[in-house]
């Protein structure tokens, strides 16, 4: 008997994980951290539901730390087996779980240090996971190309398709043979909104027993590009002559996606002598890394990156590096793009800059993608008056502006139109990662434009799936 366990990204957006037992192996599908809430440090501290040493494999669909970044902790519990996913996953994930783990321990460390200063207790003064836990979890990573099966474990076989919401997104499609029977499984993963720069589109699937499907939008539209693109090159001309803009971005992806947008309009004669900084090591290695899959690219990244290679006057680009310039950044208090992660503003450089520009009513803070519930930036966008950064309370002058059609994610439509490519509906659908009315909805609206058997699961629900079941 085959058994799905649902256990993160459960009527909310982060902590991806599931648990497959079938034909004799048990594998986890992703491996992510819970991000945003008070109470998102002591989730993940927690135990694992299961013993990491019972665990023969990993399947990643992707290297956002939502779907990878407990991978450390399983390692350092107990986990031996390989992390299979994507190529290009495969090089992020060098920079991301590193990265992770660094500001981990970076977090303790300032926790330690008020703890000794004021006498509490009641703060984690132990890292999720160090920089050690990451490198030898990183030894476990094993690559694989898209489009080829391949099999972990005996009457197991999975295949990685490109998904388009970053470079080395992937859907995965199991399949296990069990008692004479096979089941197929496919996973989603995080699907890409069509016509997205630099990455293709999601791949499509025409069969499966079963999906698990995610749900980000899934009771949402995004604004149309030329609406979005006309909204942000208003915010630039407005905000740059008196004021930064401020962009937190995830270094993975987004902050790509932003600088192919302004590149392009600088092109088309839009905008001039735009000054750019790009304040986050993590996305100055992942730009590399990016340039490094230029096979991954579609037509359009492939002649933008041509056109700046040629351009007489491209706008002017700086990827920062050590801690003294970026501090040198809060010097600039008008002209200035920052992007700078995270992409919530939960951790990083962006934080530090938001701490100089939130205050400064001509400044803009642009906000590019979900902010999950109890982050920074939801509390920026639900319209925060006053934010806590550093301990200190800060006022919110600035503008705080929302772009969400620049999203990586499938909206409502582009969900369902991917799932019109069944041929028939799977037997079930499990609706994850999605804040709990979004998954509702999308389970809704699936079954009634489609046909299918869909539900949003509860965290910790199991479901058998039998291949008899009707």
Same mark, same amino acid.
């Given at each position: 008997?085959?058994?799905?366990?649902?256990?993160?990204?459960?009527?909310?957006?982060?902590?991806?994980?599931?648990?497959?037992?079938?034909?004799?192996?048990?594998?986890?599908?992703?491996?992510?951290?819970?991000?945003?809430?008070?109470?998102?440090?002591?989730?993940?501290?927690?135990?694992?539901?299961?013993?990491?040493?019972?665990?023969?494999?990993?399947?990643?669909?992707?290297?956002?730390?939502?779907?990878?970044?407990?991978?450390?902790?399983?390692?350092?519990?107990?986990?031996?087996?390989?992390?299979?996913?994507?190529?290009?996953?495969?090089?992020?994930?060098?920079?991301?779980?590193?990265?992770?783990?660094?500001?981990?321990?970076?977090?303790?460390?300032?926790?330690?240090?008020?703890?000794?200063?004021?006498?509490?207790?009641?703060?984690?003064?132990?890292?999720?996971?160090?920089?050690?836990?990451?490198?030898?979890?990183?030894?476990?990573?094993?690559?694989?190309?898209?489009?080829?099966?391949?099999?972990?474990?005996?009457?197991?076989?999975?295949?990685?398709?490109?998904?388009?919401?970053?470079?080395?997104?992937?859907?995965?499609?199991?399949?296990?043979?069990?008692?004479?029977?096979?089941?197929?499984?496919?996973?989603?993963?995080?699907?890409?909104?069509?016509?997205?720069?630099?990455?293709?589109?999601?791949?499509?699937?025409?069969?499966?027993?079963?999906?698990?499907?995610?749900?980000?939008?899934?009771?949402?539209?995004?604004?149309?590009?030329?609406?979005?693109?006309?909204?942000?090159?208003?915010?630039?001309?407005?905000?740059?002559?008196?004021?930064?803009?401020?962009?937190?971005?995830?270094?993975?992806?987004?902050?790509?996606?932003?600088?192919?947008?302004?590149?392009?309009?600088?092109?088309?004669?839009?905008?001039?002598?735009?000054?750019?900084?790009?304040?986050?090591?993590?996305?100055?290695?992942?730009?590399?890394?990016?340039?490094?899959?230029?096979?991954?690219?579609?037509?359009?990244?492939?002649? !933008?990156?041509? #056109?700046?290679?040629?351009?007489?006057? %491209? /706008?002017?680009?700086? +990827?920062?590096?050590?801690? @003294? &310039?970026?501090?040198?950044?809060?010097?600039?208090?008008?002209?200035?793009?920052?992007?700078?992660?995270?992409?919530?503003?939960?951790?990083?450089?962006?934080?530090?800059?938001?701490?100089?520009?939130?205050?400064?009513?001509?400044?803009?803070?642009?906000?590019?993608?979900?902010?999950?519930?109890?982050?920074?930036?939801?509390?920026?966008?639900?319209?925060?008056?006053?934010?806590?950064?550093?301990?200190?309370?800060?006022?919110?002058?600035?503008?705080?502006?929302?772009?969400?059609?620049?999203?990586?994610?499938?909206?409502?439509?582009? !969900?369902?139109? #991917?799932?019109?490519?069944?041929?028939? %509906? /799977?037997?079930?659908? +499990?609706?994850?990662?999605? @804040? &709990?009315?979004?998954?509702?909805?999308?389970?809704?609206?699936?079954?009634?434009?489609?046909?299918?058997?869909?539900?949003?699961?509860?965290?910790?629900?199991?479901?058998?799936?039998?291949?008899?079941?009707?």
């Amino acid at each position: 008997m085959t058994s799905l366990s649902i256990l993160g990204a459960a009527r909310e957006v982060t902590g991806s994980c599931f648990l497959v037992n079938g034909s004799g192996a048990r594998f986890l599908v992703d491996c992510g951290m819970i991000q945003g809430g008070r109470d998102a440090a002591a989730r993940n501290h927690k135990d694992f539901s299961f013993d990491p040493s019972s665990i023969d494999f990993v399947l990643l669909t992707h290297a956002h730390i939502d779907h990878s970044g407990l991978l450390p902790k399983l390692t350092r519990d107990g986990f031996t087996g390989p992390i299979y996913t994507s190529e290009a996953t495969a090089d992020l994930l060098k920079v991301m779980l590193l990265d992770s783990a660094r500001i981990h321990e970076s977090e303790a460390e300032r926790n330690r240090r008020y703890h000794r200063r004021t006498g509490h207790d009641d703060l984690a003064r132990t890292p999720l996971y160090t920089q050690q836990d990451a490198r030898t979890c990183l030894k476990q990573v094993r690559a694989l190309p898209y489009d080829t099966p391949h099999s972990p474990a005996g009457g197991i076989s999975a295949t990685f398709r490109d998904a388009g919401h970053i470079l080395g997104s992937a859907i995965i499609e199991v399949v296990i043979g069990e008692g004479g029977h096979q089941r197929k499984i496919v996973f989603s993963g995080d699907l890409g909104q069509p016509g997205r720069p630099f990455v293709r589109e999601p791949v499509s699937i025409s069969e499966a027993d079963y999906v698990v499907i995610e749900s980000t939008y899934g009771n949402r539209l995004h604004a149309k590009f030329s609406q979005t693109r006309d909204e942000l090159l208003d915010i630039l001309k407005t905000t740059l002559r008196n004021g930064n803009l401020i962009i937190p971005a995830f270094a993975v992806g987004r902050t790509q996606e932003i600088l192919y947008y302004i590149h392009q309009m600088s092109r088309e004669g839009h905008v001039e002598n735009l000054k750019i900084f790009v304040d986050s090591p993590m996305a100055t290695e992942v730009t590399r890394i990016t340039k490094a899959h230029f096979e991954l690219f579609n037509d359009r990244a492939k002649q !933008l990156a041509q #056109w700046h290679i040629s351009a007489p006057f %491209p /706008p002017y680009l700086h +990827f920062t590096e050590s801690v @003294e &310039e970026s501090k040198a950044l809060n010097q600039i208090h008008s002209g200035a793009i920052i992007i700078s992660a995270s992409g919530m503003c939960e951790a990083g450089r962006i934080r530090h800059h938001l701490l100089q520009n939130l205050p400064r009513g001509n400044s803009t803070v642009l906000i590019t993608g979900f902010q999950a519930q109890g982050t920074l930036g939801r509390k920026l966008v639900d319209g925060a008056k006053r934010v806590r950064l550093f301990g200190e309370e800060i006022p919110v002058r600035a503008k705080i502006k929302v772009l969400d059609g620049l999203s990586a994610h499938a909206d409502k439509n582009a !969900l369902l139109d #991917w799932a019109r490519h069944f041929r028939e %509906p /799977p037997r079930k659908a +499990f609706v994850v990662h999605g @804040e &709990e009315q979004s998954a509702q909805e999308f389970a809704s609206s699936l079954h009634s434009e489609l046909g299918w058997k869909a539900i949003a699961p509860l965290a910790g629900s199991v479901f058998q799936l039998d291949a008899d079941e009707i």
